[in-house]
């Protein structure tokens, strides 16, 4: 009976200087508080530092706008803090209230991320969540089918962040599993123990190929749903837009090179995400996800926007395939503005 205790006792000891160990190598790497684990989350979204405990309420005598995006609203390129200025200044003028925007819009980021980034800023009270998505979730379609998975767990980025999330409630108080988890794959991937998707820019060109079968309009479907489903919980309206693009008829990456293209700056080529022809079509079949989802849900504080059938598609709103030149970016704002102040929602409370 003493053995069987002792062995108790060190098995249980065991364990706890493992999770000490854990935690103390996992936060000293990351320069997280040791008792604050659940806050390494922020080594994936760091923008989500700039909403947590935050304070929002509805306030008449402010506008809160929270937005799910990428590349587009992000701020450390100039078409993005463009659109987030202009968008403060004519909604503010438009409202007649100081607008507050809390952007967790990050280049590269896809519908996947927006949904887990939602899952920890929808517990606040923002008068209107912009969604805008399209282009990034077609890199995920650049693998074989029986490796798509769809969590997107084949892609190596996103095998880490669902590692965390797997292991979301408890990691606060014990974040040994999830180290665990962490370190399995860190092997796999060190050790070509599991194949994954290519960074991005860095498309696999053995796999290429396979972009060519869409497989991420359920998934896309799912990420867009969930944000609706949480929007709806808190009574907050919610504006989805359909993914503007250009892809000129005579696109090739010999012209891309060669700045022939009817495009302003010749920023990215197309083949960052994949083909250029797959691309297109993840990019419509993604946009008819947004558009059955907008009127297919028959949700009052839904909005929808076909921006992709509004902007002209021509070097004088596109950079590239997606990313907008100044006049481009202010025809965006336009027609979100215009299209907010029309809600009646939002009219009402002017």
């Known amino acids: 009976m003493v053995m069987k205790n002792f062995n108790v006792f060190v098995v249980l000891l065991a364990l706890l200087l493992f999770e000490v160990g854990a935690r103390v190598l996992i936060t000293a790497?990351?320069?997280?508080?040791?008792?604050?684990?659940?806050?390494?989350?922020?080594?994936?979204?760091?923008?989500?530092?700039?909403?947590?405990?935050?304070?929002?309420?509805?306030?008449n005598r402010y506008f809160d706008l929270l937005i799910l995006s990428a590349s587009i609203f992000d701020t450390d390129y100039d078409w993005g803090k463009?659109?987030?200025?202009?968008?403060?200044?004519?909604?503010?003028?438009e409202l007649n209230?100081?607008?507050?925007?809390?952007?967790?819009?990050?280049?590269a980021m896809s519908s996947r991320d927006s949904k887990i980034k939602a899952g920890y800023a929808l517990d606040k009270d923002f008068d209107l969540i912009l969604?805008?998505?399209?282009?990034?979730?077609?890199?995920?379609?650049?693998?074989?089918?029986?490796l798509y998975k769809d969590d997107y767990s084949h892609y190596l980025w996103y095998d880490k962040v669902n590692a965390f999330q797997r292991f979301k409630r408890i990691n606060k108080f014990l974040i040994s599993p999830y180290c665990v988890n962490l370190a399995w794959i860190t092997i796999q991937e060190k050790?070509?123990?599991?194949?994954?998707?290519?960074?991005?820019?860095?498309?696999?060109?053995?796999?290429?190929?396979?972009?060519?079968?869409?497989?991420?309009?359920?998934?896309?479907?799912?990420?867009?749903?969930?944000?609706i489903k949480k929007a709806k919980e808190r009574n907050i309206p919610m504006m989805v837009m359909t993914f503007?693009?250009?892809?000129?008829?005579?696109?090739?990456?010999?012209?891309?090179?060669?700045?022939?293209?009817?495009?302003?700056?010749?920023?990215?080529?197309?083949?960052?995400i994949g083909k250029h022809d797959?691309?297109?079509?993840?990019?419509?079949?993604?946009?008819?996800?947004?558009?059955?989802?907008?009127?297919g849900?028959?949700?009052?504080?839904?909005?929808?926007?076909?921006?992709?059938?509004?902007?002209?598609?021509?070097?004088?709103?596109f950079r590239d395939v997606c990313h907008f030149t100044e006049n481009g970016a202010r025809v965006f704002v336009d027609n979100i503005v215009n299209r907010i102040v029309k809600e009646p929602h939002f009219k009402n409370n002017r």
């Not at 989350?41 to 309420?57: A, P, Q, V």
């Not at 463009?82 to 003028?93: A, F, M, P, T, Y």
């Not at 209230?97 to 280049?107: A, D, E, G, W, Y």
């Not at 293209?261 to 010749?266: G, Q, R, T, V, Y």
Request: charged share 30%; with cysteine.
């Open 297 to 317: 849900t028959g949700q009052d504080m839904l909005m929808f926007l076909d921006m992709n059938n509004i902007i002209e598609k021509n070097k004088d709103n």
């Open 191 to 227: 050790f070509k123990l599991k194949e994954y998707v290519s960074e991005y820019w860095k498309p696999n060109h053995l796999w290429i190929d396979h972009g060519d079968k869409i497989k991420t309009g359920q998934s896309f479907q799912d990420n867009l749903l969930f944000v």
């Open 131 to 146: 969604w805008y998505h399209g282009i990034n979730d077609v890199r995920a379609n650049n693998c074989p089918d029986q």
């Open 29 to 59: 790497k990351s320069k997280t508080p040791i008792f604050k684990t659940q806050e390494l989350i922020y080594t994936c979204y760091d923008e989500l530092k700039d909403i947590n405990g935050l304070s929002i309420i509805k306030d």
């Open 97 to 107: 209230k100081t607008v507050r925007i809390h952007n967790l819009s990050r280049k």
């Open 244 to 272: 503007a693009y250009y892809v000129p008829d005579d696109y090739s990456l010999e012209k891309y090179y060669k700045r022939e293209l009817d495009w302003a700056k010749h920023d990215w080529p197309i083949e960052v």
């Open 278 to 295: 797959n691309v297109r079509k993840g990019m419509e079949i993604h946009n008819k996800v947004i558009e059955d989802v907008a009127i």
């Open 82 to 93: 463009q659109i987030v200025e202009d968008l403060s200044r004519r909604l503010g003028k």
